[in-house]
């Protein structure tokens, strides 16, 4: 009896043309043919977890293409868990848990949820900072700059570690030569304006924190627009 209902529910969903209700963007709706698919294609929700798997898979593939055996046990996980969620049929509850599962799985390539957390995080680390700046104390907002900078740097190297090759501790150390030249420079811009001696000192210890943290930013900007290889 319930494998009656089932076809007669197929049957209803073919009936009323399931590519004008939602988008898939693994299979072309327009050619829907079993259970799965045209479930799918008929549920926003589903329609839209398929879409969100389908371009961090292909994600995966960019990033894992030139990285031995990886690229092949994505494709044959993808396959298995395709055979999987097939068995699910018209039931929604069995799909949603399928694809989130598979989306978990392949996390470490959704890089639009990864963004959008860093933004998240970008944003705590500005109302830290704003809260210690308010303090009115210059050693303090100091160290506020810094450990601004600090918390960007960490945000980066996440980043970077997440979407490329790169190891974290190579990313960390150019992070630390970039830090360093710019303090080098800002610091021999006011140590040797000899008019501005011996004031030049304490103008040094507040700002370039404060500035190193717009180059920080600006990187941050360049890692989430960089194209993929």
């Given amino acids: 009896m319930l494998q009656y209902f089932r076809l007669v529910g ?3 969903l073919l009936s009323v043309g399931v590519g ?13 043919t079993t259970e799965t698919e045209i479930a799918i294609c008929s549920d926003p929700e589903l329609s839209a977890l398929d879409d969100r798997l389908s371009a961090i898979y292909v994600r995966g593939r ?22 999987k969620r097939n068995q699910c049929g018209l039931e929604t509850d069995c799909l949603v848990n399928a ?20 933004e998240i995080e970008k944003q705590i680390c500005k109302d830290q900072l704003a809260r210690d700046s308010d303090a009115g104390n210059t050693l303090e907002m100091v160290d506020a700059g810094n450990e601004y900078n600090r918390c960007l740097e ?6 970077v570690t997440a979407t490329t090759l790169t190891d974290s501790q190579s990313i960390r150390n150019d ?5 360093n030249s710019y303090k080098s420079i800002i610091g021999d811009v006011f140590i040797v304006r000899k008019e501005c001696f011996p004031y030049c000192g304490s103008i040094y210890q507040l700002y370039p924190s404060a500035m190193y943290s717009d180059i920080l930013e600006e990187l941050l900007t360049i890692v989430g627009e960089a194209p993929y290889e």
Avoid: H, M, P
């Fill in 10 to 12: 197929l049957a209803l």
């Fill in 20 to 32: 004008s209700v939602a988008k898939a963007a693994s299979f072309d709706c327009n050619k829907a």
């Fill in 62 to 83: 960019q990033v894992t293409k030139n990285v031995s055996g990886s690229d092949l046990k994505i494709q044959t996980d993808q396959i298995n868990w395709l055979n």
């Fill in 99 to 118: 694809y989130q599962t598979r989306i978990k799985e392949l996390s470490e390539f959704d890089f639009e949820n990864l963004f959008k957390i860093s």
């Fill in 154 to 159: 960490r945000i980066i190297v996440s980043l």
């Fill in 175 to 179: 992070l630390d030569d970039l830090s």
